[in-house]
């Protein structure tokens, strides 16, 4: 039998050749997690080609049209997708997080609905959680769901969320009671519902992947409910768990960021030891995030754990320090240097404010993971 070791060198030489070999489609660039508007149709047809040569929903189970792709197998498909500058699949909400929320919470006429229009790329989703006063404090959230005998009425605002201008299903979580975390329920929304509005919000780097999202008497049917009503707290915390792993993935891109960082040094005759120093400092660092982004995966930790808050706070602090390296290092070279250096450093301190900020992340390793008093 072959060593893990073998079958993942065998399988970033079956991926590498594919991905050399396959088309690109017009306009397809590696746009990260969330495509843009003028993203989607390119990153649609890539995904369906994923999908048709077995590399879309890697860690799905074989049954749901996955691949039961081992920790390994997953970071290098990332690796080689990220070296090759195309994305790994049309968005990181479906396959990465509501795919798998909706298997272990969904009915079984639930998954049969959805799954499959994330795994071929014909449906893309939107993450419904994030609100103007509740945003690392989910429990604060304020969009209410109310319930009559045809089904569920949505009142409230989102904010923050990613994709949700181009998306096709959002996962939301609303308030059914009083109750700090028990009154909380999760939902699958159909974006095209009428008294939903979309406004993208521009941000620094000039793309416009986060909007506010308005629910205006948003008429949901009763089997709109994921989970139980009442389940909304295991649901979301289930789903941002599950982000924490996707976000240590980005090692990889990482990686390249850094090494664009050293070219444009090297280029301009700047890598003096000390800058030498820096980046040897960094690599070691993003090195690590991998190594526990691996471990996390490989464990048989509950996704939900506070533990993984860690993977989401070491990868943001990470990401503003490349930025602050490249600019410290290149000046206002570093806004010509390369588009994708550029990005990451226009939005490497957002890193540590989205998804929870870093403060929260603390916290909650502090209280949750160290015992240690509020």
Same mark, same amino acid.
């Given at each position: 039998?072959?060593?893990?070791?073998?079958?993942?060198?065998?399988?970033?030489?079956?991926?590498?050749?594919?991905?050399?070999?396959?088309?690109?489609?017009?306009?397809?660039?590696?746009?990260?997690?969330?495509?843009?508007?003028?993203?989607?149709?390119?990153?649609?047809?890539?995904?369906?080609?994923?999908?048709?040569?077995?590399?879309?929903? #890697?860690?799905?189970?074989?049954?749901?049209?996955?691949? !039961?792709?081992?920790?390994?197998?997953?970071?290098?498909?990332?690796?080689?997708?990220?070296?090759?500058?195309?994305?790994?699949?049309?968005?990181?909400?479906?396959?990465?997080?509501?795919?798998?929320?909706?298997?272990?919470?969904?009915?079984?006429?639930?998954?049969?609905?959805?799954?499959?229009?994330?795994?071929?790329?014909?449906?893309?989703?939107?993450?419904?959680?994030?609100?103007?006063?509740?945003?690392?404090?989910?429990?604060?959230?304020?969009?209410?769901?109310?319930?009559?005998?045809?089904?569920?009425?949505?009142?409230?605002?989102?904010?923050?969320?990613?994709?949700?201008?181009?998306?096709?299903?959002?996962?939301?979580?609303?308030?059914?009671?009083?109750?700090?975390?028990?009154?909380?329920?999760?939902?699958?929304? !159909?974006?095209? /519902?009428?008294?939903?509005?979309?406004?993208?919000?521009?941000?620094?780097?000039?793309?416009?992947?986060?909007?506010e999202v308005f629910f205006d008497a948003v008429r949901l049917p009763r089997d709109a409910v994921l989970g139980a009503v009442g389940q909304g707290w295991p649901v979301?915390?289930?789903?941002?768990?599950?982000?924490?792993?996707? #976000?240590?993935?980005?090692?990889?891109?990482?990686?390249?960021?850094?090494?664009?960082?050293?070219?444009?040094?090297?280029?301009?005759?700047? #890598?003096?030891? /000390?800058?030498?120093?820096?980046?040897?400092?960094?690599?070691?660092?993003?090195?690590? #995030?991998?190594?526990?982004w691996l471990r996390a995966l490989s464990g048989d930790t509950e996704l939900s754990s506070p533990a993984f808050s860690v993977l989401k706070l070491v990868s943001s602090e990470i990401y503003r320090d490349l930025g602050d390296l490249a600019t410290a290092a /290149?000046?206002?070279?570093?806004?010509?240097?390369?588009?994708?250096?550029?990005?990451?450093?226009?939005?490497?301190?957002?890193?540590?404010?989205?998804?929870?900020?870093?403060?929260?992340?603390?916290?909650?390793?502090?209280?949750?993971?160290?015992?240690?008093?509020?």
């Amino acid at each position: 039998m072959a060593s893990s070791e073998e079958s993942g060198t065998e399988f970033r030489a079956e991926v590498r050749a594919w991905l050399s070999a396959a088309p690109r489609p017009d306009g397809l660039r590696d746009y990260g997690g969330t495509p843009e508007a003028a993203d989607v149709p390119a990153g649609r047809q890539w995904h369906r080609m994923l999908a048709a040569a077995g590399y879309a929903c #890697l860690h799905w189970p074989v049954e749901r049209g996955g691949r !039961d792709a081992s920790v390994l197998e997953q970071a290098i498909f990332a690796e080689e997708t990220t070296r090759a500058g195309v994305p790994r699949q049309l968005n990181i909400v479906g396959p990465d997080l509501a795919g798998p929320v909706i298997m272990r919470f969904g009915t079984e006429a639930q998954q049969q609905r959805f799954l499959p229009g994330i795994r071929s790329g014909d449906h893309l989703w939107c993450q419904l959680f994030s609100e103007p006063e509740a945003g690392s404090d989910l429990a604060s959230l304020r969009t209410k769901a109310r319930q009559d005998d045809d089904g569920w009425t949505i009142e409230g605002q989102k904010v923050w969320t990613s994709a949700a201008a181009v998306a096709d299903y959002g996962l939301l979580i609303a308030r059914t009671g009083e109750e700090r975390y028990q009154g909380l329920t999760a939902f699958v929304v !159909d974006m095209s /519902l009428p008294g939903i509005t979309v406004r993208p919000l521009r941000q620094l780097d000039g793309e416009s992947k986060f909007n506010e999202v308005f629910f205006d008497a948003v008429r949901l049917p009763r089997d709109a409910v994921l989970g139980a009503v009442g389940q909304g707290w295991p649901v979301a915390t289930a789903t941002l768990g599950q982000e924490r792993l996707s #976000l240590g993935a980005q090692a990889v891109g990482m990686f390249e960021a850094l090494r664009s960082v050293a070219d444009a040094a090297r280029q301009r005759d700047l #890598l003096d030891p /000390l800058l030498r120093d820096s980046i040897i400092r960094l690599w070691t660092r993003i090195w690590l #995030l991998r190594a526990t982004w691996l471990r996390a995966l490989s464990g048989d930790t509950e996704l939900s754990s506070p533990a993984f808050s860690v993977l989401k706070l070491v990868s943001s602090e990470i990401y503003r320090d490349l930025g602050d390296l490249a600019t410290a290092a /290149l000046g206002v070279d570093a806004l010509v240097a390369d588009e994708q250096l550029v990005r990451r450093m226009l939005v490497g301190r957002a890193q540590t404010i989205l998804g929870g900020t870093s403060e929260i992340q603390r916290n909650i390793l502090a209280e949750r993971v160290l015992g240690l008093p509020r």
